[in-house]
């Protein structure tokens, strides 16, 4: 069974420019989280993606957003991309993201570079 | 506010030596805690979940509890392919909780031959 899988693992982008990450979540898994991954902050929770709709979303700005598609894939985007934004991105998935027993599991994630 | 506490942040242990990594959490309602284990540059990989005050869980040399304020990671006679950062986790009940886990800041755990 293949696992969460994340596009691209590594990339450097430019202060000011935008980004696109990728994610496709294990088979049959419908709830996708986005987490950013830093030395200083650890791991947050960024958003949670459910049949396409946002169930819930963490305390960062709205240059960050996402979206997932009906087939369960999901994307995030940072626009406007400050030096802080160097972090490793993280996607997770789960069956529902609601009841206990739905494991979650995560992705090798995305290295985003700003310069 | 949801908070997870891991003690200690590194552990250098021999080969063999048996420990235990520590978690402590305060949250409204606990639908599961969670353990993963983290290698350099790498996702976090799934250990355990935890759902109730008294579960255990084991898996080869590492073995998980649960009481209602805390959980324990023990390391039975580790090896050094048992490095790693153990990061611990919680998802509270409730629809703001849906698909978020809050986690603790990892211990980073180092076996030497």
């Known amino acids: 069974k293949a696992g969460v899988t994340q596009t691209p693992r590594y990339l450097i982008k430019t202060r000011g420019q935008q980004v696109t990450l990728s994610c496709s979540p294990i088979?049959?898994?419908?709830?996708v989280s986005w987490y950013q991954q830093t030395p200083g902050q650890g791991l947050q929770f960024l958003f949670e993606?459910?049949?396409?709709?946002?169930?819930n979303k963490g305390n960062f700005p709205g240059r960050f957003s996402g979206r997932q598609f009906s087939n369960s894939r999901s994307e995030m985007n940072v626009s406007t991309l400050e030096l802080g934004d160097s972090a490793l991105y993280l996607c997770?998935?789960?069956?529902?993201?609601?009841?206990?027993?739905?494991?979650?599991?995560f992705g090798e994630g995305s290295w985003l570079t700003v310069v | 506010e949801d908070q997870v506490t891991q003690s200690p942040e590194a552990l250098r242990l021999q080969e063999g030596e048996s420990s235990s990594l520590n978690c402590s959490y305060t949250?409204?309602?606990?639908?599961?805690l969670f353990w993963y284990r983290q290698d350099p540059g790498k996702g976090p990989e799934f250990l355990f979940t935890?759902?109730?005050a008294g579960e255990e869980k084991e898996k080869e040399r590492l073995k998980a509890t649960l009481t209602k304020k805390e959980s324990f990671l023990h390391i039975t006679a580790p090896k050094p392919e048992d490095s790693a950062t153990y990061l611990c986790?919680?998802?509270?009940?409730?629809?703001?909780?849906?698909?978020?886990?809050?986690f603790g800041a990892g211990t980073q755990v180092v076996v030497t031959p």
């Open positions: 986790a919680v998802q509270a009940r409730g629809a703001d909780s849906w698909g978020k886990l809050q």
């Open positions: 993606y459910f049949s396409e709709t946002q169930r």
């Open positions: 997770a998935s789960s069956l529902t993201g609601r009841e206990s027993g739905n494991t979650i599991y």
């Open positions: 949250v409204s309602g606990l639908r599961g």
């Open positions: 088979s049959g898994h419908r709830s």
């Open positions: 935890l759902y109730s």
